[in-house]
């Protein structure tokens, strides 16, 4: 099973350690297939969570995944464990993101996310994916 993360760029008062559990509780669950993005504090936090919960549960995957290329300067081979999903690069960069976020939540069966307001890119990710049928867990206060 796949789990994908949605969360505002900016995550005050949300802990590591409970965020940490929460993953290791999904695991325990039979997720082992993890797409977190890269962009803001709480996309980092899911990140530095998985890969140390790597080390305890090898058999799980997780892969940061990109809505740009990165530059030239800095091919995917100097980005460990980056994925550039197929189609993303189609069309305008300014609806990068939202390609992207539509790929993982088309991939997954999990949503774990961090909302606490009811507007932002992360708001309507979560929204849909509750929509969708997909399990949602919510770390935030936001009513989804």
């Known amino acids: 099973m796949v789990c994908t993360f949605f969360g505002h760029s900016e995550c005050y008062g949300l802990d590591a350690d409970i965020l940490l559990n929460a993953i290791e509780h999904l695991i325990n669950q039979g997720v082992d297939n993890f797409y977190v993005g890269n962009h803001g504090q709480f996309d980092g936090m899911v990140h530095g969570c998985l890969k140390q919960l790597r080390a305890v549960y090898p058999h799980i995957r997780y892969a940061v995944v990109l809505a740009y290329l990165p530059g030239e300067k800095r091919g995917l081979e100097a980005l460990p464990d980056t994925v550039f999903p197929e189609g993303v690069e189609v069309g305008a960069p300014r609806f990068a993101i939202e390609r992207r976020n539509r790929w993982m939540l088309d991939a997954s069966d999990y949503c774990l996310c961090y909302i606490n307001h009811t507007w ?19 770390m935030g206060s936001a009513d989804l």
């Open 120 to 138: 932002g890119g992360a708001y309507k990710f979560a929204r849909m994916a509750k929509r969708r049928g997909l399990t949602v867990i919510n």
